[in-house]
């Protein structure tokens, strides 16, 4: 069965400072992994997805994932993190497995503090 | 564009009763999903459509559970005889459909069943 894991409930990084919230999956095929944001009281907010060619993928906000299929990782990065990016992030991977239809799984999600 | 929106943005109900659940997605997406997100938890898959039909219903947890989308465009996801364990946030996403098709997510519809 497909999974994700986000090991760090919470991550706390000065504003400046680089950031990266970690993903780990488990599939039994080609991966197909994706990013989200949750601001409190709103629903999720697409930020990346990784679905075939370069390890390296750019999204929004200047946030960037690098997929890792040697450890199967999948993490998220930002070269200098602002306050405004204080959220909670989900980690995702597709379900096409088991006759189902292309859900997706998440991890329980890791919160970002970003102090100034 | 307009996005996914979801109505009521709040609901509270009493033990036993009857909600209904709306969600309007984007214009065109044939693909539509309800997810279930509990406090502290990620997202849980309940159902999908593509089209009017459920393709694949496998989340959804009991027989109070019910959904549809008669016309491929608005859901209503229906709960019977509710319980105070059915409190969460209850969300929609629509997407293309297709393996590399990105979800997009309503604001959610938080039910309390007091």
């Known amino acids: 069965a497909q999974s994700v894991a986000q090991p760090e409930d919470q991550v706390n990084v000065a504003e400046g400072n680089p950031l990266t919230v970690k993903c780990t999956y488990s599939?039994?095929?080609?991966?197909?992994l994706f990013w989200y944001v949750q601001y409190p009281n709103r629903g999720l907010q697409f930020l990346l997805k990784?679905?075939?060619?370069?390890?390296l993928v750019k999204g929004s906000y200047g946030f960037e994932a690098e997929f890792n299929k040697s450890q199967t990782s999948f993490h998220l990065k930002k070269p200098s993190a602002l306050v405004s990016d204080s959220a909670l992030y989900f980690c995702?991977?597709?379900?096409?497995?088991?006759?189902?239809?292309?859900?997706?799984?998440f991890g329980k999600g890791t919160k970002l503090s970003v102090k100034p | 564009g307009a996005g996914v929106s979801q109505t009521p943005s709040n609901k509270v109900t009493e033990k036993g009763k009857y909600v209904e659940l709306r969600c309007d997605p984007i214009?065109?997406?044939?693909?539509l999903y309800w997810y279930r997100q509990s406090l502290g938890q990620g997202p849980e898959f309940l159902i999908y459509?593509?089209?009017?039909?459920?393709?694949?219903d496998s989340g959804l947890p009991n027989d109070r559970f019910f959904a549809v989308r008669p016309e491929g465009s608005v859901s209503t996801l229906k709960i019977q005889r509710t319980e105070r364990g059915d409190s969460a946030v209850y969300l929609c996403a629509s997407s293309l459909p297709g393996q590399g098709g990105t979800q997009y997510f309503g604001p959610g519809t938080r039910l309390t069943v007091l």
């Open positions: 995702a991977v597709r379900d096409w497995d088991g006759g189902s239809q292309g859900n997706l799984i």
């Open positions: 990784y679905i075939t060619g370069d390890n």
């Open positions: 214009s065109g997406h044939t693909a």
């Open positions: 599939v039994s095929g080609n991966p197909y």
């Open positions: 459509f593509q089209g009017t039909g459920a393709a694949d």
